[in-house]
C-alpha cells in the first residue's frame, strides 16, 4: 500500500474513531507535509520514519509557522504523528520495537519546543532561571537559615517532589491546594500539561536536581515574588503580599496568636474601628479571601513557615523558628512601605482629599494593624465628621497604646482634648489636658 493510500485509510479511520473535524483535517494536513516535504526525498514512507527524517521535519519552522500554527502547533504536530502511530499499528504496517520507536519520538514534546525556540533564535533561559531564584539575597537567606531544617518534611516540598518525579500523588493529595500548586508549576514554566498528563519541562528537571535547600528557597521565591497569583485563583485583585504582609505585621512581635473561634462573630460594635486592626480579625480575613486559605497553606504553613493547629475550641496560630527568619527579613522591608503608606494617607488630608484618605487607612489597618500616628489620621477624619464618639474610642485606644513619649502621643492627646470637650467629658478633658501639659513641660 502506498503513503497516499495510507492516507485515504488514515482518514476513514479518524472518522470511524469519531474524531472531530478540525483535528482530522489538521492531521490530515501534517502526514501529507510530512510525505510531500520530506519522506518523498528520502524515498522513505510512513513505516520507515526514523529520528533523522523526522527532525529535518520538525527544522522546516517556515513550514510550522505558515501551515500549522506556530510553536502552539507542535504539541498538536505530535498528537498526530501519535494518532498515525496508532492507526499503522493497528493495521499491522509496524510491529514491536518499531512502535516503541515512533510513540518515544512522538511523545518528547519539550525538545521539539525547545528546538522550535533554537532555531527561531531564543535563547534557553534554564541557567539564568535557576540563577536567578536561588541567588537573589532573599533565596541566599532563605538557604542560609534552612541549615538545621528538614525541608522534606514540608508538605508542599513534598508535592514538589512528587510532581517533578513523576511519583503517582496519594488520593488524599488530590484536592483544591494541589490543584492551585500545579497552576503555580504550570506558571512558572517547571510543568506543562500533555494530554492531561503532567510533564516536566526542562527547568523543571534543572529544578528538582538542585540542593533541597536551594531547592526550597527558590519556590519560596518564586510564590512570594514572582508569581501571579491572581491569574490561577482567578480572581484579580487576589494579592499575596497582602497576606505575606499581614503575617509580618503579627509575627514580627508575637510568636503565637490564640483566637477563640466562638468570640469571632461576637465584634463589640462600639469598638468595631479597632477590632479592624486585630490580630484575629487580620488572620481571618486571609481566610475570607479568595482561596485565601489554600495559598495561606500551600506558601507558608505547608512550607514550615506558620503552624495553625485546633486546641478546645481556638485556632492557634503559631510562627515556626524559620518562619521567624525568613518574616524578620522580610519586614524589613515592610517597614518602609508603612512609612510610604503614611506619607501618602498624610498627603491625601493634607489636599483634602478626604475619602481617598480614608481607604488608605482602613487598608492600612487590616494590613499592618494599629498605628499610632494611622489611628491620629483617623481621629482627625472622624472629627471632622463629627463622629466624636467613634473619635473618642479611637484616639483613647491610641493614646492607651502608644509609648507616651514623642510627638506622635502628643498630637493624639491634643485631639482627644478637643473630642472629650464635644462630647463634654469633664473629667476626662481634665485628665488629657494634665497629661499634655505634663509632656510640654518634659519637653
Given at each position: 500500500m502506498t503513503d497516499k493510500e495510507k492516507l485515504i485509510a488514515f482518514e476513514k479511520y479518524m472518522r470511524d474513531k469519531g474524531l472531530e473535524e478540525e483535528t482530522i483535517e489538521f492531521n490530515l494536513l501534517v502526514v501529507k507535509l510530512l510525505i510531500n516535504r520530506v519522506l518523498v526525498y528520502f524515498n522513505e514512507t510512513l513505516e520507515t520514519i526514523d529520528s533523522f527524517t523526522f527532525e529535518e521535519f520538525t527544522d522546516m519552522v517556515s513550514v510550522i509557522n505558515s501551515e500549522l500554527g506556530g510553536r502552539d502547533g507542535i504539541p498538536r504536530m505530535l498528537d498526530a504523528m501519535l494518532e498515525l502511530t496508532e492507526f499503522l499499528k493497528i493495521n499491522k504496517f509496524?510491529?514491536?520495537?518499531?512502535?516503541a520507536h515512533y510513540k518515544r519520538m512522538f511523545n518528547n514534546a519539550e525538545y521539539y519546543l525547545e528546538k522550535y525556540d533554537r532555531l527561531m533564535g531564543k535563547r534557553d533561559d534554564t541557567k539564568d532561571f535557576i540563577k536567578e531564584i536561588t541567588t537573589n539575597n532573599f533565596s541566599k537567606f532563605v538557604i542560609r537559615n534552612c541549615e538545621y531544617v528538614n525541608n522534606y518534611d514540608f508538605k508542599?516540598?513534598?508535592l514538589l517532589e512528587k510532581i517533578l518525579n513523576d511519583i503517582p500523588l496519594e488520593s488524599y493529595e488530590k484536592n483544591e491546594e494541589t490543584d492551585i500548586f500545579i497552576k503555580f508549576l504550570i506558571q512558572n514554566n517547571l510543568v506543562f500539561y500533555d494530554k492531561n498528563i503532567i510533564e516536566v519541562t526542562k527547568k523543571g528537571?534543572?529544578?528538582s536536581r538542585l540542593d533541597i535547600d536551594e531547592r526550597y528557597a527558590g519556590i519560596l521565591y518564586l510564590m512570594l515574588f514572582k508569581t501571579n497569583w491572581g491569574n490561577i485563583v482567578d480572581n484579580s485583585n487576589?494579592?499575596?503580599l497582602k497576606i505575606r504582609d499581614i503575617l509580618i505585621s503579627?509575627?514580627?512581635?508575637?510568636?503565637?496568636?490564640?483566637?477563640?473561634?466562638n468570640e469571632m462573630i461576637k465584634i463589640d460594635e462600639k469598638n468595631s474601628l479597632i477590632e479592624i486592626a486585630s490580630e484575629r480579625f487580620r488572620l481571618a480575613s486571609i481566610e475570607a479571601m479568595t482561596k485565601g486559605g489554600c495559598i495561606l497553606d500551600l506558601c507558608f504553613v505547608n512550607m514550615g513557615l506558620i503552624e495553625i493547629r485546633a486546641n478546645n475550641g481556638c485556632l492557634i496560630y503559631k510562627v515556626t523558628e524559620l518562619g521567624k527568619?525568613?518574616?524578620?527579613?522580610?519586614?524589613?522591608d515592610m517597614v518602609y512601605q508603612m512609612k510610604?503608606?503614611?506619607?501618602?494617607?498624610?498627603?491625601?488630608?493634607r489636599d483634602k482629599k478626604y475619602e481617598r484618605a480614608e481607604k488608605k487607612i482602613f487598608e492600612f489597618l487590616m494590613i499592618y494593624g494599629g498605628n499610632n500616628i494611622v489611628w491620629d489620621y483617623l481621629g482627625q477624619l472622624l472629627i471632622f465628621n463629627k463622629k466624636y464618639e467613634e473619635a473618642y474610642t479611637v484616639l483613647k485606644n491610641a493614646y492607651e497604646s502608644s509609648s507616651k513619649r514623642g510627638n506622635a502621643v502628643k498630637t493624639v492627646l491634643y485631639h482627644l482634648v478637643l473630642v472629650a470637650r464635644?462630647?463634654?467629658?469633664?473629667?476626662e478633658v481634665q485628665i488629657y489636658e494634665t497629661k499634655l501639659s505634663s509632656l510640654d513641660r518634659v519637653k
Open positions: 509496524i510491529k514491536g520495537g518499531k512502535i508542599t516540598m513534598i528537571r534543572a529544578l487576589f494579592d499575596i503579627i509575627f514580627n512581635k508575637n510568636n503565637e496568636i490564640k483566637i477563640n473561634v527568619q525568613v518574616l524578620g527579613n522580610l519586614y524589613k510610604s503608606r503614611i506619607e501618602s494617607i498624610n498627603i491625601a488630608i464635644k462630647l463634654k467629658l469633664k473629667d
